[in-house]
Nanobody
């Protein structure tokens, strides 16, 4: 079992930066892929970035490539999403997810979820 708690959301002007953090409880965090997803009002939850067990492999959805960076520290049971050059279309609730034993971008494949943190980018 893994419990996830996100932090770091907020209101930022377009072009600004934010760093989201995810703290995991449970000793099995390092056994799973970790991902960040987001959900805007009226839209489906979508993948933002995925990172492999050791952090050696990452995936980004096209709209955030070059602007966002995902990382993890298994010794501390934490994961981060550094977001820069933010755009109004990045506005959403951002979720940390874990519990997938293989690479996948499907939200339904991740067993553990945080409560979400709101990111609002003003134009």
């Amino acid at each position: 079992q893994v419990q996830l708690v996100e932090s770091g959301g907020g209101l930022v002007p377009a072009g600004g930066s934010l760093k989201l953090s995810c703290v995991a409880s449970g000793r099995t965090f390092s056994n799973y892929y970790m991902g960040w997803f987001r959900q805007a009002p009226g839209k489906e939850r979508e993948v933002v970035a995925i990172i492999a067990f050791s952090g050696g492999a990452t995936y980004y959805t096209d709209s955030v490539k070059g602007r966002f960076a995902i990382s993890r520290d298994n010794a501390k049971n934490t994961g981060d999403l550094q977001m820069s050059s933010l755009k109004p279309e990045d506005t959403a609730v951002y979720y940390c997810a874990s519990g997938a034993s293989y690479f996948t971008t499907r939200a339904t494949d991740y067993r553990y979820w945080g409560q979400g943190t709101q990111v609002t980018v003003s134009s």
